[in-house]
Nanobody
């Protein structure tokens, strides 16, 4: 069983950048398909980005393509989300999640994931 801990959230201005990190404990990130999700106040949890167990396959929701980059750091045992050109609509609680290897970072359904972190808040003001 893996424990996930997110960090790196904060309050920024529109156009700024942030880097979120998801640290895995008990297992390695290479044992899972990993995903980043977010949940804004009053809305359902939505897929943001995913990465395969080997870091070679990535996927993104349309609204963040070209602005966010997901990556895997095997040495640190983390999955990171580099966010650039942030917009007020990006304001949310961001979670990382782990799922079976076979998903290759492509499963966008939050209910399918077994393991979740506690979340880190990102607030973007205009």
């Amino acid at each position: 069983q893996v424990q996930l801990v997110e960090s790196g959230g904060g309050s920024v201005q529109a156009g700024d950048s942030l880097r979120l990190s998801c640290a895995a404990y008990g297992r390695t990130v290479g044992d899972y398909s990993m995903g980043w999700f977010r949940q804004a106040l009053g809305k359902s949890r939505e897929f943001v980005a995913g990465i395969s167990w080997d870091g070679l396959t990535t996927s993104y929701t349309d609204s963040v393509k070209g602005r966010f980059t997901i990556s895997q750091d095997s040495a640190k045992n983390t999955v990171d989300l580099q966010m650039s050109n942030l917009k007020p609509d990006d304001t949310a609680l961001y979670y990382c999640a782990a799922g079976p290897l076979r998903w290759l970072g492509r499963n966008q359904r939050a209910g399918a994931y077994d393991y979740w972190g506690q979340g880190t808040q990102v607030t973007v003001s205009s």
